[in-house]
T-cell receptor, first 116, second 113 residues
Framework: EPEVTQTPSHQVTQMGQEVILRCVPI?????FYWYRQILGQKVEFLVS????????KSEIFDDQFSVERPDGSNFTLKIRSTKLEDSAMYFC??????????????FGSGTRLTVV | AQKITQTQPGMFVQEKEAVTLDCTYD???????LFWYKQPSSGEMIFLIY??????QNATEGRYSLNFQKARKSANLVISASQLGDSAMYFC??????????FGTGTQLKVEL
């Protein structure tokens, strides 16, 4: 079964450093997403990306965050200057537009980011 | 805007019993979808079941079924014949006219012998 692949699975970084979280969405999917889950809390939407541009972003997704699809397969989330409160699990997700009942909405296994 | 409410922070069930996890939603969208995800301690989000707002029949996937009551805006997950491996966090989520999933706060399910 096709899957969304995220790397790395764990990342530890020093406060103020830049991090790049990587995702390979399912190949025929057209919408890409990043979500965040702070430990013990609910999953929160960060940003959606379609047709090579951001289609929607939340208030969490401020200027320190950026997303990019640098080639035909990767989808990245960059955090420019990490803060302690950026420590969380980051999930990438992708979906097709129509054709299946649940839109094929699929999550990756997540990257656990720890800022120290 | 979408809102999901899960009022059960924790639930216990005996192995082989059925359990219902509650979810109510609030939306102004005419067309929407409701999802349930399982999150084991390892952290990944596992898709369980989906219900579209225009689906007339309740969704079922193996031991999972979704008790969809549109007028009451509820979408409860029923797990039949619970297994020890069902112990996990369960999230209800909605997808409306926008692009994103809105999640509830989750229910921690513990299956006991």
């Amino acid at each position: 079964e096709p899957e969304v692949t995220q790397t790395p699975s764990h990342q530890v970084t020093q406060m103020g450093q830049e991090v790049i979280l990587r995702c390979v969405p399912i190949s025929n999917h057209l919408y890409f997403y990043w979500y965040r889950q702070i430990l013990g809390q609910k999953v929160e939407f960060l940003v959606s990306f379609y047709n090579n541009e951001i289609s929607e972003k939340s208030e969490i997704f401020d200027d320190q965050f950026s997303v990019e699809r640098p080639d035909g397969s990767n989808f990245t989330l960059k955090i420019r200057s990490t803060k302690l409160e950026d420590s969380a699990m980051y999930f990438c997700a992708s979906r097709i537009t129509t054709g299946t009942a649940n839109y094929g909405y699929t999550f990756g296994s997540g990257t656990r980011l720890t800022v120290v | 805007a979408q809102k999901i409410t899960q009022t059960q922070p924790g639930m216990f069930v005996q192995e082989k019993e059925a359990v219902t996890l509650d979810c109510t939603y609030d939306t102004s969208d005419q067309s929407y979808g409701l999802f349930w995800y399982k999150q084991p301690s390892s952290g990944e989000m596992i898709f369980l079941i989906y219900q579209g707002s225009y689906d007339e029949q309740n969704a079922t996937e193996g031991r999972y079924s979704l008790n969809f009551q549109k007028a009451r805006k509820s979408a409860n997950l029923v797990i039949s014949a619970s297994q020890l491996g069902d112990s996990a966090m369960y999230f209800c989520a909605s997808l409306g006219g926008g692009n994103k999933l809105t999640f509830g706060t989750g229910t921690q399910l513990k299956v006991e012998l």
